[in-house]
């Protein structure tokens, strides 16, 4: 089975939490996956992560529990073709707009009869080649999450939430925020009401759903309006927060009397 799938299945009443993964490096993956997280989207779209990269920290995650997702730049076969076959096994996929546009995605993901993806012989999904009857259960072993980021694709939740292949939602606040006239307020009423209200319909469209907030007080929120599977921030994001904490704390008057920081590591 896939493994982002039978996480869900196996959260129950406990959403998983996850974080991007933006820095392209392979060792932050790695350091991220043993910090706990249950998943984590690597990205292709906001970062400058290549292909190689990207089958960099898949083997770098594989000596983890963390559960890999990789976010495409776009909704396009040549890319998907590419990452499907350096290992990914659940894609994410940006602004679908539309059951069409989902129905592509999936598209891309399958081999024929039941999609366009490209047959390589010996790449590394199939174990370079060794994986018995790789082909024949390749695509029953994909998972596809299909990002709905504007005001009009929420509003065709249910239509593609029904696309056969679609095994989960992904509404971010950044870029609905965007699409409602309040760019860059990710907990403005508008958003959150939106975001409520796409979480009621998913469940009773009977697909997970999933979201990204900047906080444990948000992430909560989320997860009281009904979210699956919720994320916060991201590698780099959460770098720069403890960054900056620490270097405000240090620059505070009378920090000269801080004697020690404690990190959970060893001193340099």
């Given at each position: 089975m896939n493994p982002f799938k039978q996480m869900?299945?196996?959260a129950g009443a406990h959403p998983p939490v996850g974080t991007w993964i933006s820095s392209a490096s392979p060792v932050v993956a790695e350091a991220v996956g043993h910090a706990g997280f249950d998943w984590a989207v690597l990205d292709m779209e906001h970062s400058p992560t290549d292909t190689m990269e990207v089958l960099h920290m898949l083997q770098a995650l594989c000596a983890t529990k963390m559960v890999p997702a990789v976010r495409v730049p776009w909704n396009d076969p040549v890319v998907v073709k590419r990452i499907l076959d350096a290992g990914a096994t659940t894609l994410m996929v940006p602004f679908v707009q539309n059951a069409d546009e989902a129905a592509r995605a999936v598209a891309a993901t399958r081999y024929p009869p039941e999609g366009i993806r490209g047959l390589a012989g010996a790449s590394r999904a199939s174990r370079y080649g060794t994986q018995a009857n790789y082909f024949a259960q390749a695509n029953k072993q994909v998972g596809v999450i299909v990002q709905l980021e504007t005001v009009a694709a929420v509003e065709r939740l249910e239509q593609i939430a029904a696309v056969p292949g679609v095994d989960a939602l992904f509404v971010g606040p950044g870029d609905l925020s965007a699409s409602l006239g309040v760019?860059?307020?990710f907990t403005h009423p508008k958003v959150?009401?939106?975001?409520?209200?796409?979480?009621?319909?998913?469940?009773?469209a009977g697909t997970p759903i999933g979201t990204i907030g900047d906080s444990p007080e948000v992430a909560a929120q989320y997860r009281a309006a009904g979210f699956d599977f919720i994320a916060i921030g991201s590698d780099v994001s959460l770098l720069m927060r403890a960054a900056r904490s620490v270097i405000g704390a240090l620059r505070t008057p009378g920090s000269e009397h801080v004697h020690s920081i404690s990190s959970g590591t060893q001193g340099y």
């Open positions: 869900l299945k196996a760019i860059g307020q959150m009401e939106l975001l409520g209200r796409a979480a009621e319909r998913a469940k009773a």
